[in-house]
């Protein structure tokens, strides 16, 4: 019988805007450009996540991936439109959505307040 390990925490880097919108609870799923770093194998349900203000260790909270799927840029609302648009230059691309519960400060953000 093949024992399980479990993955590392899967470190999700973000700009200032995006990180206090997932820290206010506005902001639930993360959009990112679907390939080697951003898929089913890696964005797996239940994994655990890291989302940290740009690359620092002092702003970090800790939360846990429920849903992950693909979708092409051009099937998307207007708001997200826009923001692919924005990061990527154009919507004829495939994007990773991992949408993220049970965020809380990570532990070390919380020792550090």
Known sequence: MK?????KPLFIPLRSEHYESFKAG??????????QRWNERTCTVGRGVVLSKG???KDRM???IWKFKRQYGTTFG?????AILSCYGTL????ACISIKNLQP??????IL
Do not use: H, N, P
């Open 78 to 82: 207007s708001t997200y439109r826009a």
């Open 3 to 7: 024992t399980k390990i479990a993955k």
């Open 92 to 95: 004829d691309v495939w994007i």
């Open 62 to 64: 800790t939360g846990e």
């Open 55 to 57: 690359y620092g260790k």
């Open 106 to 111: 990570s532990l070390d953000t919380a020792l």
């Open 26 to 35: 506005k902001k639930s799923e993360e959009l990112r450009l679907y390939g």
